[in-house]
Every structure is written in C-alpha cells, then in structure tokens.
T-cell receptor, first 113, second 111 residues
Framework: DAGITQSPRYKITETGRQVTLMCHQT?????MFWYRQDLGHGLRLIYY???????DKGEVPDGYVVSRSKTENFPLTLESATRSQTSVYFC????????????FGDGTRLSIL | GENVEQHPSTLSVQEGDSAVIKCTYS??????FPWYKQELGKGPQLIID?????GEKKDQRIAVTLNKTAKHFSLHITETQPEDSAVYFC??????????FGKGTTLSVSS
C-alpha cells in the first residue's frame, strides 16, 4: 500500500546512546520532513530534505543528524541522546517544501531515560 | 518569521452541535493554510486546506474561512459526531518557507 511508514513505533533508550528513527515513503515525493511533537509546542520542524543527498535544517536541528541516500528513505539519528529529546517524532512527505499538503506517518514515541 | 496562534486549546461540544476553531497568523504574505486532524496514536492527517485567493472552502461537514485583512482563518465543523473527537492543528506558509503549525485544539464531542 502507498504511504509513509515509521519504525520503530516505540523506543526506550538511555542518555548518551545513539538511536536512529526510520522513515520510508512509497509516493516518490521529493520532499521529506522530520518533526517533533511536544506538549505546549505543537509540531516543530527538525530537518527536511528536497531530494536525495539534499538536506537542510529546520527550527530545532541541534542534536540530530539526517541523511537521504535514497528518495524513499529519510532516517533521523540522535547521535548522543539527551532527556530533552524525549518526544514523539513524525516524518512527513510532500511534493513541495511549502504550500503543498504534507502526508504524515504515525510517529515514533521515543523515551530517553 | 511567521507565528500562528490557535484558539481555543480545548473545546467540548455536544453531538450535533457546531465547532469552530480559529487561527491567527502574523505574516501577511502567507498564502497557504491547511488543517490537520490527529487521532490518538496516529499522525496528523490533512482534512482541508485553503489558499489566499479563496475566501471559503467546504467539504461536507467541514469548512474553512479565510480573512486576509484580519489575518485569521477558521475551521468550522457542523453536525459534530463522536468520531470528530481529535486534536486539530492549523498551519500557515508562503512560498519558500516551511509550514508553521499552531499548538493544536483538543476537540471532544460527547454523545
């Protein structure tokens, strides 16, 4: 089925560990996005990608790394997890950076102890 | 940069009543305004969007209105049903900028 899939759905890890969240889309959308959702803050953009090998920072990029070697995949890595990165992470894809609908995955709930 | 404020943060209505959620934006150049519905444990899903060349758009029980002069746009849900219970987010953007989201409204529809 066409769509956007995130894995894992839930993850618990410890401070200082590296963790990678996966995102896969089957629409062949050129743009992909990573957001974090926290109470009181809504959705905040971490990083986005316009195409394979093209990525750029969003509003809250510190502590995160992304890559995009294939159009359909956009992994997000926390190189050394901190408690402040406990959040729900959403991946989205779209045909454009702005002024176009974005399609979201069902999220990864990440807890850092 | 753009700032989007959304009100109210929570809204409780009886089944069959109407619900209205309002968002204001700061950048007069913003021209795209989507609304998303997020059910528990799911990602946000686009339910309707409007562009600045249109004042109102309807899709069955859902409508969005845009007032460019006042820089606000609203989501109207008529004949609410329990399955409308969710968190609703508004957002705004213009060419070359990322979507900026409001902080969300939790709608509860009681039967």
């Amino acid at each position: 089925d066409a769509g956007i899939t995130q894995s894992p759905r839930y993850k618990i890890t410890e401070t200082g560990r590296q963790v990678t969240l996966m995102c896969h889309q089957t629409w062949s959308h050129s743009y992909m996005f990573w957001y974090r959702q926290d109470l009181g803050h809504g959705l905040r953009l971490i990083y986005y990608s316009a195409a394979a090998d093209i990525t750029d920072k969003g509003e809250v990029p510190d502590g995160y790394v992304v890559s995009r070697s294939k159009t359909e995949n956009f992994p997000l890595t926390l190189e050394s997890a901190t408690r402040s990165q406990t959040s729900v992470y959403f991946c989205a894809s779209s045909t454009g950076y702005s002024n176009q609908p974005q399609h979201f995955g069902d999220g990864t709930r990440l807890s850092i102890l | 940069g753009e700032n989007v404020e959304q009100h109210p943060s929570t809204l409780s209505v009886q089944e069959g009543d109407s619900a209205v959620i309002k968002c204001t934006y700061s950048d007069s150049a913003s021209n795209y305004f989507p609304w998303y519905k997020q059910e528990l444990g799911k990602g946000p899903q686009l339910i309707i969007d409007i562009r600045s060349n249109v004042g109102e758009k309807k899709d069955q029980r859902i409508a969005v209105t845009l007032n460019k002069t006042a820089k606000h746009f609203s989501l109207h849900i008529t004949e609410t049903q329990p399955e409308d219970s969710a968190v609703y987010f508004c957002a705004a953007s213009k060419a070359g900028t990322a979507l900026i989201f409001g902080k969300g409204t939790t709608l509860s529809v009681s039967s």
